[in-house]
């Protein structure tokens, strides 16, 4: 089992930048595959981006791809979601995700076992 402490959160200005940082338990952490997902108020949880568990391969939802960067420091157990270019409409509640024994890195909430608590990011314009 892995618990998840997301922080890095917080109000920015369109354009800005913002790096989340996500702190797992345990000493299994390289073999997680790790997500990144926000919600917005009224929507949907969606998938944000995801690295499988030894870095090697990252994918990311086309809104933010090219803007954000996914990354892991498997001796500090975290996982970081570098976040440029922001816009307003990034604006949710980021949330870590972590699964494992899986090959291809899930794109759905329903493909992670293990959930943070959860980060605020406001993007004003």
């Known amino acids: 089992q892995v618990q998840l402490v997301e922080s890095g959160g917080g109000l920015v200005q369109a354009g800005g930048s913002l790096r989340l940082s996500c702190a797992a338990s345990?000493?299994?952490?390289?073999?997680?595959?790790m997500g990144w997902f926000r919600q917005a108020p009224g929507k949907e949880r969606e998938f944000v981006a995801g690295i499988s568990w030894n870095g090697g391969r990252t994918y990311y939802a086309s809104v933010v791809k090219g803007r954000f960067t996914i990354s892991r420091d498997t001796a500090k157990s975290t996982v970081f979601l570098q976040m440029d270019s922001l816009k307003p409409e990034d604006t949710a509640v980021y949330y870590c995700?972590?699964?494992?024994?899986?090959?291809?890195?899930?794109?759905?909430?329903?493909?992670?076992?293990?959930w943070g608590q959860g980060t605020q990011v406001t993007v004003s314009s």
């Open positions: 995700a972590a699964t494992r024994g899986v090959v291809v890195i899930p794109l759905g909430p329903q493909g992670y076992d293990y």
């Open positions: 345990g000493r299994t952490f390289s073999s997680y595959v």
